[in-house]
């Protein structure tokens, strides 16, 4: 009952968006709320990897700053990809891009459904692209976007001499998720299988 009353808080605050934005953002906010939000119904793994990649997307970010091919890279591409100059790689669709990992580590981390919120103008790609980019903090951005460098992009941080850096807090994400991945899943396991916990990991 109070799922269904939520989603309708949600449709109703999200009024004057596309319906088909509005639909993805609405069923975004459902599973993150769905999904644990506390130490005790998570592994001490999950919950440190969870925080180590909001700290990680944050710097990765700020890194990224002032970067140029973002804002042309999606000229001549169909759409959604190239309805707007820049983000071409926001083109995809918001599931392709928020499965439930990426968001089991955004909520552990301290995303809120409130957090997810769209921006205004025409749907084009995920819910959260925007014609001046994304409108989510980076923080509680999926860790595939914020890690994600393409060809353009790779040479201009190339000439700025920042790539060597881009490349190690691309590789300390991609293990820190793979990491979170593994004792995500393996916890699953554990609790599909009834089998108690044997190692006290837990906080």
């Not at 970010?61 to 140029?68: C, K």
């Not at 509680?140 to 976007?145: E, G, M, V």
């Amino acid at each position: 009952m109070f799922v269904s009353v939520q989603r309708l808080i949600d449709s109703v605050r999200l009024r004057g968006h596309p319906s088909s934005r509005v639909k993805e953002v609405v069923q975004l906010r459902s599973e993150l709320r769905a999904l644990p939000h506390r130490s005790q119904q998570v592994s001490r793994i999950e919950l440190e990897r969870a925080r180590e990649l909001r700290q990680l997307r944050a710097e990765l970010s700020a890194t990224l700053t002032d970067v140029e091919s973002c804002k042309s890279c999606a000229r001549g591409y169909p759409e959604p990809h190239g309805f707007w100059d820049g983000g071409n790689c926001c083109g995809a669709t918001t599931r392709a891009l928020f499965d439930e990992t990426e968001l089991a580590t955004l909520r552990l981390a301290g995303t809120t459904a409130g957090a997810l919120d769209p921006p205004s103008g025409p749907h084009a790609g995920c819910a959260f692209r925007g014609e001046t980019g994304c409108s989510l903090d980076a923080v509680d951005r999926p860790n595939i976007c914020v890690r994600y460098v393409c060809r353009d992009l790779a040479r201009e941080l190339h000439t700025r001499g920042l790539l060597d850096r881009i490349d190690e807090l691309r590789d300390a994400i991609g293990a820190a998720y793979k990491a979170f991945t593994e004792a995500r899943e393996a916890r699953l396991l554990d609790e599909a299988l009834g089998v108690p916990d044997l190692i006290p990991e837990r906080t």
